[in-house]
């Protein structure tokens, strides 16, 4: 008698080392994701950390006017006294004032931004401001009685109706003003004491 199980077995064998092996059923599924990106109105400001402005002795001797009297003659008649002569050279000095004196720091900062389309736009704008508010005093490091007085802080930045994009050449570059009075400054060397603050709002 034949053994049916092994005789099946012994078939399955022949079939495996000749190639042949049972079918097998094969599963999928698709599926479709719609992805959008959302960003949000943003804006990047680049600015110096420190800025430290050097004014030239020749920038300083321009700015007072410089010597006023250097083309003239004084003609001047002597006086006795006890055994001296006195003359009175008369010297009235000219010259600009310092007490006013307006400063414009170009490409002080850039901004680059991202902001809302449509039938209203976005916008992006920069305001400059002192630390202390409309005015400062920067202190001579070391003779406190030497001062500058600051005033009038601002920038000619054009308030920006679209946005640039983030990438760096797309920066757009803005100036700092402001007024120095110079009037009670009296040494040389460093004077401090200010900060100026740079805001740029984007919508």
Known sequence: MVNRPILRIALLSALLAMGFAPATQAASATGTTT?????????VLDYYGTINLTIPSSALSTLSGGPSNSANTAALTAAVAGTSLTANAALATTGN?????PLDISNAFSVRAIDTPGATPGTTSVTVAFGSGSTATLTNTV?????????TPGTGFTTLSAGTGLSASAAVYG????????????????????????????T
């Open 143 to 151: 003779d406190s009685t030497s001062t500058i007085g600051l005033s």
């Open 35 to 43: 992805f959008n990106v959302i960003l949000q109105p943003a804006v």
């Open 175 to 202: 100036d700092v003003s402001m007024v120095l009075n110079l009037g009670a400054a009296k040494s040389a060397g460093t004077y401090s004491g200010a900060t100026i603050v740079v805001t740029a709002t984007s």
């Open 97 to 101: 004032g310092v007490t006013a004196v």
